[in-house]
């Protein structure tokens, strides 16, 4: 079974960069997906990036280009970087993954079966 446990969230100022990183296990097959998504108190979750096992990633809208998506696959690690941060940035960033599961675009990552107990960003002004 997959396992995900996050870190590295935390306060920063506006315009500032956080790393949010994504310890992973049990993935068994060579096909799968790992991906962020962030979900704030009462509102929908929204898909933040994907990456499939050909290291293909996809981005939602949100990011304009200001978050990159990597997977460090000696440490089992993923990760997202996060640059340029904005106070609407500000929700609970949670990592998912699933095997054999459709990868893009983006919106993809909301049906990943497995996810880890996310990590909280905050951005003020």
């Known amino acids: 079974q997959l396992q995900l446990m996050e870190s590295g969230g935390g306060s920063v100022q506006a315009g500032g960069s956080l790393r949010l990183s994504c310890a992973v296990s049990?993935?068994?097959?060579?096909?799968?997906?790992l991906g962020w998504f962030r979900q704030a108190p009462g509102s929908e979750r929204e898909g933040v990036a994907t990456?499939?096992?050909?290291?293909?990633?996809s981005y939602g809208d949100s990011d304009n280009g200001r978050f990159t998506i990597a997977l460090d696959n000696d440490k089992k690690t993923l990760y997202l970087q996060m640059e340029s941060l904005r106070p609407e940035d500000t929700v609970m960033y949670y990592c998912?993954?699933?095997?054999?599961?459709?990868?893009?675009?983006?919106?993809?990552?909301?049906?990943?079966?497995?996810w880890g107990q996310g990590t909280q960003v905050t951005v003020f002004s």
């Open positions: 049990g993935l068994t097959y060579s096909h799968y997906c």
């Open positions: 998912t993954a699933d095997e054999f599961q459709i990868c893009h675009p983006v919106e993809a990552v909301l049906e990943l079966s497995y």
């Open positions: 990456i499939d096992a050909d290291a293909h990633a």
